[in-house]
């Protein structure tokens, strides 16, 4: 697509594998697993019982505790790992920003359901006389994120959340990448997150029969592409991004990371929870961010999988890939980095965009970790990157994430 060129500029996160870009880039190397029993409540109750929560969160580190009290948990990860990104990009205190011209864009799937969980409890069973918190609705609505984002630091541009279930991030980053081409602005921070390991949340994915119930070996129930995978395990934490006009970046000297080049939507109109069972949608959304590109298939060296683990949707997104990329899908890597971070739902994308730009700076593509035995519905002549990652020169790499409703969105990031 003509028009401004986007580069990235700045990277943060906080997530199972890590509380900041370092420390999950050597997670993700290692092939480390994050699931383990969930400690955030009593999950005693449900058939999963088993997540990858964030790791030695300490809120004091980032808020006093007047401010912590506006703030959901969801919104904390998105503050924290927008901060990573936003001083990683020398923009913090950079006084030559011009604000007005800086947005924020934030993907969420359900935002706060944790404070809707307890303000709701709490209401019901008596604790309140009866008054709920006058930051109930501020804790609990998802555009909040990028609300918080932009009070603090006054960035005064574009400003507003996307909502795709477990496509969010994506959608919030092709919206970013299209807007600064557009001219109407010259940086944004986007991305995503999520908290959502809760009663509420654990509850109605384990009533769907969609989450992991490998309960006895936690460390191994998110396997991508195995025989016996049962469903996905459920993750926490928020990722972000620094997008900026090319010109803008290299006028202040700032450091790149890659370019963005495409991004593709679509939606499958088959099912309200499925993916359609050839992957039409996921081919769609593939093939539109290459043309939007304007590149080729065969620049595509890996591919970050939305690979979360469940019966048809692993199935499907293969056979999208093969029936899009056809010879050079055996050139590929292909992994899924929810084996090991699990399933962020409308963060997930972002911290998948995070492994995208690891592989190209580093030239380490991440693992699909326990795979003991791929689907037999799976070309085992496909490249999935298993147990360990490998390194290659990276030259582009796309990165899938689907949702509920038949959201399909996919974004590629090139090597400069």
């Not at 574009?158 to 081409?181: E, F, G, K, Q, W």
């Not at 290299?250 to 790149?256: N, Q």
Request: aromatic letters at 8%.
């Amino acid at each position: 697509m003509a028009g401004r060129r986007v580069v990235v500029t700045g990277i943060g996160t906080i997530n199972p594998l890590g509380n900041c870009i370092e420390e999950y880039f050597d997670n993700l190397t290692k092939g480390v697993s994050a699931a383990a029993p969930i400690t955030h409540f009593d999950a005693s109750k449900f058939r999963s019982r088993i997540a990858c929560e964030v790791k030695n969160y300490d809120w004091t580190r980032y808020f006093d505790r007047k401010e912590v009290r506006k703030y959901d948990i969801f919104a904390q990860y998105a503050m924290v790992s927008a901060d990573e990104a936003l001083r990683d990009a020398n923009i913090v205190d950079n006084e030559q920003i011009n604000r007005e011209r800086v947005g924020v864009i934030w993907g969420s799937g359900t935002g706060g359901t944790t404070t809707f969980y307890e303000e709701s409890k709490g209401y019901i069973e008596g604790n309140f006389t009866p008054r709920f918190s006058p930051f109930f609705v501020p804790r609990m609505v998802i555009d909040l994120a990028p609300g918080f984002i932009s009070l603090k630091y006054g960035f005064m541009g574009p400003n507003y959340s996307t909502v795709s279930a477990c496509a969010s991030s994506n959608h919030a980053m092709i919206d970013a990448l299209n807007l600064i081409r557009w001219g109407k602005a010259d940086i944004i921070v986007t991305g995503g997150s999520e908290a959502s390991i809760n009663e509420p949340g654990v509850g109605s994915f384990c009533a769907m029969q969609a989450l992991s119930t490998r309960n006895d070996d936690a460390a191994h129930a998110s396997r991508p592409f195995d025989a016996d995978r049962d469903g996905f395990v459920i993750g926490e934490g928020g990722g972000a991004l620094i997008f900026e006009e090319l010109e803008h970046a290299v006028a202040r000297g700032a450091k790149i990371y890659c370019e963005v080049v495409g991004g593709g939507m679509s939606a499958d109109a088959y099912h309200m929870t499925a993916p359609h069972p050839e992957g039409k949608g996921a081919m769609m959304a593939m093939r539109e961010a290459i043309l939007d590109a304007e590149i080729a298939p065969a620049d595509i060296d890996y591919i970050n999988a939305h690979g979360t683990s469940t019966p048809l949707g692993d199935i499907a997104e293969i056979n999208a890939i093969v029936n899009l990329f056809g010879d050079h899908a055996y050139k590929l890597n292909i992994s899924s980095t929810k084996s090991m971070a699990g399933h962020l739902l409308g963060g997930t994308a972002a911290i998948e965009a995070l492994a995208c730009v690891m592989a190209i700076t580093r030239g380490i593509v991440p693992p699909t970790i326990n795979v003991e035995n791929v689907d037999p519905a799976i070309d085992s002549a496909l490249n999935l990157t298993l147990g360990q990652a490998q390194a290659r020169e990276v030259r582009c790499a796309l990165s899938n994430t689907f949702g509920f409703g038949g959201h399909n969105s996919t974004i590629i990031f090139r090597k400069m």
